[in-house]
C-alpha cells in the first residue's frame, strides 16, 4: 500500500468517525443526558430514526447515479440535502416537544446552522463536517468541557481530511468551521 493511499485511507477514517450525523448524534444524547436524563430515550430514539431517513435519501441517491459520492460532493447535489436534513430536523424538534423540549434551543440553532449553509451553497459549499464539528465543540462547553476541548482539537485533522479526499476546498472548510462557531456561540448566548 502507498503513502497516498494509506494517507487517503485515514482521512476516510477520520471523514466517517466524525460524520456530522455522528456528531449531532453524540452531542444529542450528551445534552439530553446532562440537561433532561428523562430524555435520553426518547432523544436516543429520535435521533436514530432522523438518522435512518437521511441515511436511506442519501444511499437511493448514491444507488441512483445522482451523486458521485454519498457527501453531496458537488453542490447542485445539495439543494435536497438540505432540505430533507431541514424537514427532519424541525420533526426531530417537534418530536422532542418543540419549545417545551429541554434541548429546544439547541436544535433550533442546529436548524439556522443548516438554513445558512443551504442559503450559502449558492456560492459556496461550506463543509457540513466542520461546521457540525465546530458546533458540537461550542456547544458541548458547558454539558462537558472535556468533550468540547477534544471536538475542537480535532477541527485541524478533519480540516485536513476533508481537504485530503478533495471533498472540500480550503475557504469551503474554513466557511464551515466559522459557520459552527458562530452557531455554538449564539447557542451558548440565547
Known amino acids: 500500500m502507498s503513502r497516498a493511499s494509506i494517507t487517503t485511507t485515514a482521512a476516510r477514517v477520520v471523514s466517517i468517525a466524525l460524520h456530522p450525523f455522528l456528531v449531532l448524534a453524540v452531542l444529542a444524547l450528551l445534552a439530553a443526558w446532562r440537561v433532561d436524563p428523562a430524555s435520553l430515550p426518547r432523544t436516543a430514539l429520535g435521533i436514530g430514526a432522523a438518522i435512518a431517513i437521511v441515511s436511506v435519501f442519501i444511499w437511493q441517491r448514491r444507488r441512483g447515479g445522482h451523486w458521485e459520492t454519498v457527501d453531496a460532493s458537488r ?23 418543540g419549545r417545551a423540549s429541554a434541548t429546544s434551543n439547541g436544535v433550533l440553532a442546529a436548524v439556522a446552522m443548516l438554513c445558512v449553509a443551504g442559503i450559502a451553497n449558492r456560492w459556496i459549499k461550506l463543509s457540513l463536517h466542520m461546521a457540525s464539528l465546530a458546533f458540537a ?33 480550503l475557504p469551503e472548510v474554513l466557511g464551515g468551521t466559522a459557520l459552527g462557531l458562530l452557531a455554538g456561540v449564539a447557542l451558548l448566548a440565547a
Request: hydrophobic share 65%; no cysteine; charged share 10%.
Open 137 to 169: 465543540g461550542v456547544a458541548a462547553w458547558p454539558l462537558w468541557p472535556g468533550a468540547a476541548i477534544v471536538a475542537l482539537a480535532a477541527l485541524p485533522l478533519l480540516g485536513w481530511a476533508r481537504l485530503r479526499m478533495a471533498r472540500h476546498t
Open 75 to 97: 453542490r447542485q447535489e445539495r439543494p435536497l440535502l438540505y432540505a430533507l436534513a431541514l424537514l427532519v430536523a424541525g420533526a426531530y424538534w417537534l418530536w422532542m416537544g
